[in-house]
């Protein structure tokens, strides 16, 4: 998969045993294979008002051909053939995702089709539109691998996933899987890798270990605009994008406050943790006894101090620690799905996306 970031191509090898609750999964590699920058500034322009169909159409088979190219990349450099794997789960890239419009809908491009026939394994894709048919958000969609293999008996989990968009999920303690809520909390690096790529014109494409937000100062007046946008307040299902926010949303910004890098990095960096702290005060209605970080943002440094801050009394820490490399996380999340599209069992949590009822999610390219 690719994340909203787009700053590479995510691709986990993994060995899964059973399915639903039996579920057991061995990560026996993962690589973030870089994005070619023509490629990742053709999936930029596609949320510009310049963005034509042609475009679209070619990025898809674009991109199709890159995912395919890094699951071919993690599997011999793991010492395997093409022809041991059984499966492969593609997200995608997400270049709309609406699920306030009118229809509600979301499109993830990364043509499977191609993928399956580059690499001769089946390959199932395009996992949010059946929970979008049913009427839910299409997101988030990990929760089901949290629930599987995260839930604890005797504590209460929140399995925070920082990449571009912040997005949680809770787990009771001896929760089943209907009491698990899982939500978008807003921005995650997003607006801290534009600030970045913009201040270093391109050069930069993160704050590298929050360095920069560590040697600014917060703007009140501005962080004070950011915590009052109206999606923070949004009551769960609820998930969020670049539509909302990313590189419009951040140039608005820009046009209207003057401050040096470093305040600009300092603001939005504790934005995005506030908005992490105060949503799951807000919405997590259950007790937290854990908060096991993973994505991008798990690297920054001065982010998972604020967060360590911010949330007192609770264990803040990398999901490495619970087995799963921070950066494997979501990549090894569509492996799991799609093993569950393949054994016929839903992907999907209704409490999380608001669904109607649950679904097999995923459609399924043979060769």
């Not at 022809?83 to 270049?95: C, F, M, N, R, W």
């Not at 939500?183 to 790529?197: K, R």
């Not at 494409?205 to 307040?233: I, N, P, S, T």
């Not at 854990?290 to 949330?311: C, D, P, T």
Request: glycine share 14%.
């Amino acid at each position: 998969m690719s994340g909203t970031s787009a700053d590479g191509i995510d691709a986990a090898l993994v060995e899964v045993e059973g399915c639903g609750p039996g579920t057991r999964v061995r990560l026996l590699a993962f690589e973030t294979v870089p994005m070619d920058d023509e490629l990742r500034r053709g999936v930029f322009s596609l949320f510009g008002p310049a963005a034509s169909l042609e475009e679209l159409c070619q990025l898809n088979f674009a991109l199709g051909e890159a995912f395919a190219c890094a699951a071919l990349q993690v599997i011999r450099s793991a010492g395997f053939e093409p022809g041991a794997v059984d499966l492969i789960g593609s997200h995608g890239q997400t270049v709309r995702h609406l699920p306030k419009g009118a229809p509600a809908s979301t499109l993830q491009i990364g043509e499977p089709a191609v993928i399956a026939q580059r690499t001769g394994i089946a390959t199932i894709a395009d996992f949010r539109t059946a929970d979008m048919a049913l009427g839910g958000q299409g997101a988030p969609l990990v929760p089901l691998m949290d629930f599987l293999l995260f839930g604890h008996g005797l504590r209460g989990r929140v399995m925070l996933n920082i990449g571009g968009i912040a997005n949680a999920t809770m787990l009771p303690a001896g929760g089943e899987a209907g009491q698990v809520r899982a939500f978008d909390l807003g921005p995650g690096n997003a607006l801290i890798d534009g600030a970045a790529s913009h201040f270093s014109g391109g050069r930069q494409r993160c704050d590298q270990d929050g360095q920069g937000a560590a040697a600014g100062r917060v703007d009140q007046a501005l962080l004070a605009e950011l915590m009052g946008h109206e999606f923070l307040a949004l009551p769960p299902p609820k998930s969020t994008g670049r539509e909302e926010f990313g590189a419009a949303f951040l140039a608005g910004l820009l046009a209207r406050y003057q401050l040096s890098p470093a305040d600009w990095l300092a603001t939005l960096t504790v934005f995005t943790v506030r908005a992490i702290a105060e949503g799951l005060e807000r919405f997590a209605h259950t007790a937290v006894d854990e908060v096991w970080v993973s994505g991008g943002g798990a690297h920054n440094l001065h982010l998972m101090a604020l967060l360590r801050a911010a949330l007192p009394g609770i264990k803040v820490d990398k999901l490495d620690n619970l087995g799963i490399s921070v950066d494997a996380k979501e990549a090894v999340a569509f492996a799991v799905l799609a093993n569950e599209t393949l054994m016929g069992r839903p992907g999907n949590l209704p409490a999380a996306t608001g669904a109607q009822r649950a679904a097999v999610l995923g459609k399924i390219i043979l060769v």
